[in-house]
């Protein structure tokens, strides 16, 4: 005669170990999210300057004044690098 399988006591849950397994991922999720959670809180972020954006404006002046004297030879090379048109067969 035989026994019907679900009726015997099987091994408890944390006893297989692909359940522990599935359990560790979320795990280690959890407790990276809290330690980044510590590291962000941990100190402020200092500002990098009061002024920063009077010197960012500073900054795109200068930048305007080195394209305005690399002009020409921006221009140079885009002539350069142009295609001629083919001639016309008249």
Same mark, same amino acid.
Do not use: C
């Given at each position: 005669? $035989?026994?019907?399988?679900?009726?015997?006591?099987?091994?408890?849950?944390?006893?297989?170990? #692909?359940?522990?397994?599935?359990?560790?991922?979320?795990?280690?999720?959890?407790?990276?999210?809290?330690?980044?959670?510590?590291?962000?809180?941990?100190?402020?972020?200092? #500002?990098?300057? %009061?002024?920063?954006?009077?010197? %960012?404006?500073?900054?795109?002046?200068? #930048?305007?004044?080195?394209?305005?004297? #690399?002009?020409?030879?921006? $221009? %140079?090379?885009?002539?350069?690098?142009?295609?001629?048109?083919?001639?016309? %067969?008249?």
């Amino acid at each position: 005669m $035989q026994t019907d399988p679900s009726s015997e006591p099987g091994a408890p849950w944390w006893k297989f170990p #692909l359940v522990w397994m599935v359990i560790a991922g979320p795990a280690i999720v959890v407790v990276a999210g809290f330690v980044t959670l510590w590291l962000a809180l941990r100190a402020s972020d200092p #500002l990098v300057a %009061g002024d920063y954006y009077r010197r %960012g404006m500073e900054i795109n002046k200068t #930048l305007a004044e080195r394209d305005k004297a #690399l002009m020409p030879a921006v $221009q %140079g090379r885009n002539h350069a690098a142009t295609p001629v048109p083919a001639p016309t %067969g008249r």
